[in-house]
T-cell receptor
Framework: DTAVSQTPKYLVTQMGNDKSIKCEQN?????MYWYKQDSKKFLKIMFS???????INETVPNRFSPKSPDKAHLNLHINSLELGDSAVYFC??????????????FGSGTRLTVV | SQQGEEDPQALSIQEGENATMNCSYK?????LQWYRQNSGRGLVHLIL?????REKHSGRLRVTLDTSKKSSSLLITASRAADTASYFC????????????FGQGTILTVHP
């Protein structure tokens, strides 16, 4: 019944590895996002997809590559992980037509620790 | 760059007291939203106020918006220990796939 689900919840990996985080929403929303929350709790958008099309691509290292196989899924692949990538990554979704009135629905986050 | 800035950064009160958090932003907005984040959890949408609205209520929450001062406030009345969380304001959203720009949040602690 989870509206926006992310896996894994925790991810500990070594520098240089490649990892993926998966996100799925069952709300029927057409827009999905990836946000990064740093150790100071500052949230910054990374990517946004609308109906599988990349809409927002903030200044993010190209080691980060999102993929949206369908509008219910948005995955995040990270190559050559660095210590500075350690953060909590949140997936979110909204309906483009109602995002302005109903807000965004967030997943519970993936805590990535690079050692 | 960061859009919203919350004030105070941390707030500690007793159960039953009211809690007021403020948010300032820099650019023109379509709407302003408030979210709550419990420790180790995702963000939960609380309330949205449009740029043409001045005040909005939802249960024990009251939000005001002053576009001339580019500021908003969130008031939680009769606080409970369960209200302990971080509270974020976010601007933008807009009409279509607009991104939300978040402030740094206010950490609210409500002591039983």
């Amino acid at each position: 019944d989870t509206a926006v689900s992310q896996t894994p919840k925790y991810l500990v990996t070594q520098m240089g590895n490649d990892k993926s985080i998966k996100c799925e929403q069952n709300l029927g929303h057409d827009t999905m996002y990836w946000y990064k929350q740093d150790s100071k709790k500052f949230l910054k958008i990374m990517f946004s997809y609308n109906n599988k099309e990349l809409i927002i691509n903030e200044t993010v290292p190209n080691r980060f590559s999102p993929k949206s196989p369908d509008k219910a899924h948005l995955n995040l692949h990270i190559n050559s992980l660095e210590l500075g990538d350690s953060a909590v990554y949140f997936c979110a979704s909204s309906q483009a037509s109602t995002g302005a009135t109903r807000g965004y629905t967030f997943g519970s986050g993936t805590r990535l620790t690079v050692v | 760059s960061q859009q919203g800035e919350e004030d105070p950064q941390a707030l500690s009160i007793q159960e039953g007291e009211n809690a007021t958090m403020n948010c300032s932003y820099k650019t023109s907005i379509n709407n302003l939203q408030w979210y709550r984040q419990n420790s180790g959890r995702g963000l939960v949408h609380l309330i949205l106020i449009r740029s043409n609205e001045r005040e909005k209520h939802s249960g024990r929450l009251r939000v005001t918006l002053d576009t001339s001062k580019k500021s908003s406030s969130l008031l939680i009345t009769a606080s409970r220990a369960a209200d302990t969380a971080s509270y974020f304001c976010a601007t933008g959203g807009g009409t279509s796939y607009g991104k939300l720009t978040f402030g740094q949040g206010t950490i609210l602690t409500v002591h039983p």
